[in-house]
């Protein structure tokens, strides 16, 4: 794990910017296995060459710009994708602001001005299907065109596949908004996890003898409604529980909350930033005729809870510690 991984931004003075650096250039959302090949070309294209190996993505998502009306269900926000980026093994990362001016930018000027201007590239690592530049006109196949002239290589890395099918963000999307988390966390190549800040809720949790952390995830979540096994990262300590995500129907239907019961913890956690990572999907929400039997279901989810999470007893995501 890389411990001094450093974001450069349009800010950042040019002088400090390492020259000769080898990109892996994507939109990293989720950084999953196919993201992990352009990554792994990057860092070996680096070490034959001796020099650093960064990522180079865009923020916000270039879907959010074009259509920014559209519900976006992130796999991972800036801040989870640079973390995950750290824990890669790359020297840093480039983060470009993707806005109405670099939307309007031509491949050609940003493989020029960009790439070799301003980052002064000596390898780039691409994805097969990763384009760039106004109308998207920029591909693999251009940037190995240019190479050449440009005294730069090019390493196209192809589709992943998992079982005859290929790793993609939307696959993985699809996979949790059916709470197929076996699936996810195949083609991430680790457990797909959220952060956030616990929060107060309304307490039943406690009257019930399940006193819960309660987050409340972005609004654009599409994870399935339903119970997971979960583990939680607390600063460097893990933590095995259950959660349920949804609109709590026994009680109020209300605006959907991650409420995560940790097994044999006592404390006070409310305003900590917690990292949750789901290990198991055990079943889709449900409402219930009686508090009593409710009691007994969730009883039976813990149990098959601490199952699941014995099965898997290190799984957890490999992250790093952002400048």
């Given amino acids: 794990m890389t411990s001094n ?23 990293f959302d989720g950084v999953h296995l196919g993201h992990r090949a352009v990554i792994a070309a990057a860092l070996e294209m680096g070490r034959v060459h001796r020099r650093p190996a960064l990522a180079l993505t ?34 840093g990362a480039v983060v470009m602001t993707f806005d109405k001016a670099r939307a309007q930018t031509s491949a050609h000027d940003f493989i020029r001005g960009d790439l070799i201007g301003r980052l002064g590239v000596s390898g780039i690592a691409v994805g097969y299907d990763f384009h760039f530049g106004k109308g ?18 090019v ?56 006193p819960t952390a309660n987050i409340r995830l972005d609004h654009h979540c599409g994870l399935r409604h339903g119970i997971y096994a979960v583990r939680v990262g607390r600063g460097g300590q893990l933590l095995d529980g259950v959660a349920s995500f949804g609109r709590r129907p026994t009680f109020d239907n209300g605006a959907p909350l991650l409420e995560i019961f940790l097994f044999d913890f006592k404390g006070n ?46 799984t957890f995501p490999r992250l790093g510690a952002i400048a």
Avoid: C
Wanted: proline residues 7%; negative net charge.
């Fill in 269 to 314: 956690l409310y305003g900590e930033r917690l990292d949750v990572a789901f290990i198991g999907f055990i079943r889709e929400e449900l409402k219930f005729a009686s508090v009593e039997a409710l009691v007994r279901q969730m009883d039976d989810d813990s149990r098959q809870a601490r199952q699941q999470l014995a099965a898997a007893p290190k």
């Fill in 155 to 210: 390493d196209v890395q192809p589709h992943v596949d998992i079982d005859e099918r290929p790793v993609s963000s939307s696959a993985i999307r699809m996979a949790l908004a059916e709470g197929q988390i076996a699936d996810a966390t195949a083609m991430l190549g680790g457990p797909w996890f959220v952060t956030g800040e616990v929060v107060h809720g309304e307490k039943r949790g406690r009257e019930l003898g399940y």
């Fill in 136 to 153: 998207r006109v920029g591909s693999p196949s251009l940037l190995v065109a240019e190479a050449p002239r440009l005294g730069i290589e």
């Fill in 5 to 27: 991984f450093t974001v450069i931004r349009d800010t950042t003075p040019a002088d400090s910017i390492p020259k000769g650096s080898v990109v892996a250039m994507g939109n």
């Fill in 58 to 91: 865009f923020e916000p998502h270039p879907r959010r710009f074009f259509s920014p009306n559209t519900p976006q269900f992130r796999l991972s926000d800036e801040t989870a994708k640079l973390r995950l980026l750290a824990g890669t093994g790359l020297a």
